[in-house]
Every structure is written in structure tokens, then in C-alpha cells.
């Protein structure tokens, strides 16, 4: 008789896990306030210590102010795992390239073909050469990529 999927590979030794991890996250969502669970993306074990995932760096503080308290209340439910402090905080590396994602997309808009004309002119009566030379560059790449195609 064949296993179960489960049972092949040790896939539903990773599945009680999962779920342990899930309950140990909603035990600790039962002691943060609940405008900060959003940001809690994972929590974890590294012995002896209890590690809180989170995607802004901002809620680390608040996080570890509250860490006491996760800290015990974990503790009282699960009295095997005699976690110690502190409480470690990590930020996701998820939230690193949502960041960097965001960057790319603000990037402002060439100038119109009036503005950039002008910004020739203008690169020409500057004093300074570091700015001249950046009016020009910004006023050619505007006409070079706004002239309508022959």
C-alpha cells in the first residue's frame, strides 16, 4: 500500500511546523495591539530566543516595548521552550525591495521642449560649470527624447 502524500518526504513534519509557527504568531497577535499585526509578518524560534519578523523598521521599538510581555506570555503557554530575553526584532528583506520598487517609480518626467530650450539658454549664462553642464545635459536629453519620430 503506497503512503500518503503527506506522510512522503517528510512534508507533513513541515506542515505541523508551519502550523505550530501560525499558532505561535496568534498568540502573540492575542498580546500586540491590534494595529500592529500588519506588520508582523513572521515569528520565530531561535534558541533561546523569540524572534519577531516585522516590514517597517519603525514598529521596532514598539515591538521590543512590548516584548516583556509577548515574552511571558509565550513563556506561560508553551513552558518547554523557556525563551529568554531579549526578544529579537527583524525587518523583512521583503520591505527592502518594496522600497527600492517605490524609488523607480518616482522618478520625475523630462522637461516639455520649451523648458528644455530654455534650459540651454540658460546653461550657457551660468557661471558655475557643474551646473551649466547639467542644464545642457538635461535640456538635450529632454529634445533629444521628446522630438516626434521621422
Not at 496568534?26 to 500592529?36: A, T
Not at 521599538?61 to 509565550?74: D, G, M, T
Not at 521552550?81 to 522618478?107: A, D, G, I, M, Y
Request: glycine share 2%; hydrophobic share 35%.
Amino acid at each position: 500500500m503506497a503512503k500518503h502524500p503527506l506522510n512522503q518526504s517528510g512534508l507533513f513534519k513541515i506542515i505541523q511546523e508551519a502550523q505550530q509557527y501560525q499558532a505561535l504568531k496568534e498568540h502573540i497577535f492575542s498580546v500586540m495591539p491590534e494595529n500592529m499585526h500588519p506588520h508582523i509578518c513572521a515569528v520565530g524560534i531561535e534558541h533561546p530566543y523569540l524572534v519577531i519578523v516585522i516590514n517597517e523598521a519603525l514598529w521596532a521599538s514598539k515591538i521590543r516595548f512590548l516584548a516583556p510581555s509577548c515574552l511571558r506570555h509565550v513563556n506561560e503557554i508553551y513552558p518547554g521552550l523557556n525563551l529568554v530575553s531579549p526578544v529579537r526584532v527583524r525587518l523583512s528583506q521583503r520591505q527592502k525591495t518594496t522600497s527600492s520598487e517605490h524609488k523607480t517609480h518616482s522618478t520625475n518626467p523630462l522637461p516639455d521642449q520649451e523648458t528644455a530650450k530654455k534650459m540651454l539658454a540658460l546653461s550657457e549664462q551660468v557661471k558655475s560649470t557643474t551646473l551649466s553642464q547639467a542644464l545642457k545635459r538635461i535640456g538635450l536629453r529632454a529634445i533629444n527624447m521628446t522630438k516626434p519620430e521621422p
